[in-house]
């Protein structure tokens, strides 16, 4: 069965650094195009990045663009998310997605339990 | 950017009842449209994706219709596991954005 599991979430002060990971098993990885969402304490959900299979199309959210990067090792079946300059409002847990895809559009099919990153002083 | 608004952001609602949620985009979507049900604590799941199509597993109470800028999600016979937090999502265009949600209480 499909299984994504998040970890490297934690507490980092402003302005620091956060590499979150996900292992992905029970599906081929490099055939699937990988997504991170996040979701602040309390409030809805945020689309932040996708990457899609063969690495080569890379979209960011506005609020993360050029602060946070996302890659991926298919050989590892590993997404992952660097986060650098986090900001309070990056607060939030952070899940890994498996995209499916339809009609060149795509749904969130498979959600990983997520990871809390907390930016606090 | 495509907003997503969801309507009512909240209800009450009894085991048996037939409850409806909307979702209005901002511009047209086309069919390219997607709602998910969180429960407390856990990740969404999803429901339903390109506005009506179920996703493998979920009950058949579920429904989805519309298309361009207005949507529907519908359970036609509330049960106790429905109770849950209700996104739409739209995946037309990029940055992919979701609606506020809708919580489905227990009347």
């Known amino acids: 069965q499909v299984q994504l599991v998040e970890s490297g979430g934690g507490l980092v002060k402003p302005g620091g650094s956060l590499r979150l990971s996900c292992a992905a098993s029970?599906?081929?990885?490099?055939?699937?195009?990988m997504t991170w969402i996040r979701q602040a304490p309390g409030k809805g959900l945020e689309w932040v990045s996708s990457m899609f299979h063969t690495s080569n199309t890379i979209y960011y959210a506005d609020s993360v663009r050029g602060r946070f990067t996302i890659s991926r090792d298919n050989a590892k079946n590993s997404l992952y998310l660097q986060m650098n300059s986090l900001r309070a409002e990056d607060t939030a847990v952070y899940y890994c997605?498996?995209?499916?895809?339809?009609?060149?559009?795509?749904?969130?099919?498979?959600w990983g339990q997520g990871t809390l990153v907390s930016v606090s002083s | 950017d495509i907003q997503m608004t969801q309507s009512p952001s909240s209800l009450s609602a009894s085991v048996g009842d037939r409850v409806t949620i909307t979702c209005r985009a901002s511009?047209?979507?086309?069919?390219?449209l997607n709602w998910y049900q969180q429960k407390p604590g856990k990740a969404p799941k999803l429901l339903i994706y390109?506005?009506?199509s179920l996703q493998g597993g979920v009950p058949s109470r579920f429904s989805g219709s519309g298309s361009g800028t207005d949507f529907t999600l519908t359970i036609s016979s509330l049960q106790p596991e429905d109770f849950a937090t209700y996104y739409c999502?739209?995946?037309?265009?990029?940055?992919?954005?979701f609606g506020g949600g809708t919580k489905v209480e227990i009347k």
């Open positions: 997605v498996r995209q499916l895809v339809y009609s060149s559009r795509t749904a969130f099919e498979y």
């Open positions: 029970g599906f081929t990885f490099s055939d699937h195009y």
């Open positions: 511009q047209n979507t086309y069919t390219y």
């Open positions: 390109a506005a009506s």
């Open positions: 999502q739209q995946s037309y265009s990029s940055p992919l954005t």
